[in-house]
């Protein structure tokens, strides 16, 4: 899988892209994660990517020519292209499941007032991480980047994959280590039992508690 993020701002990236997981996978090869800056796909001398609406209104928006040529030059046969948008289809879980079977994914970072209307026509989808209004779309790439990339094979244990993949929508149940009592708060019996149907038991009934309990908030 290869994930190319373009951004006016790659120096966001450098602290994700070098620490724990992300960087275990980068190293491992089962990922590639190129930053580019969309200034360089700009054709003016200044490297201008944005200008005010035509029409009038606040703030500035990403002209379509930069954008145009860093997906022309970066997207290939089987490309998904992505743009972080707050209006786009709200992130969950099995986007991010569905993105992680592809194998070269564009993500394009919004900034100021958003894109050209007409950047949408080289989109395959519109991406909001939800309803609210950040600065730009980097920390959006940055989730999705990172939801996708723990999601491909090797990079995190298949066990943990597996029991998440278990969870039919339910929250997960609470886990506890050592030691078996803190500040007079015990670890629940059954799980230093050792019986491992009664643990399953306990789990999933903690889980289908800890779901309703959300729901009722
Ligand atoms: N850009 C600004 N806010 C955003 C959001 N919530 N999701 C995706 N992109 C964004």
Sequence with gaps: MTIDIVTLFPEMFENFLNTSIIKRAITKELVKINIHNLR?????????????PYGGGAGMVLMCEPVFNAVEALKKENTKVIMTTPSGITYNQDTAINLSKETHLIILCGHYEGFDERIRTICDCEISIGNYVLTGGEIPAMVITDSVTRLINGVISKESLISESFNNGLLDYPNYTKPEVFKGMKVPEVLLSGHHQKIDEYRHSEQVKKTNELKNK
């Design 40 to 52: 360089d796909y700009s054709n003016y001398k200044n490297k201008q990517v944005d200008e005010y």
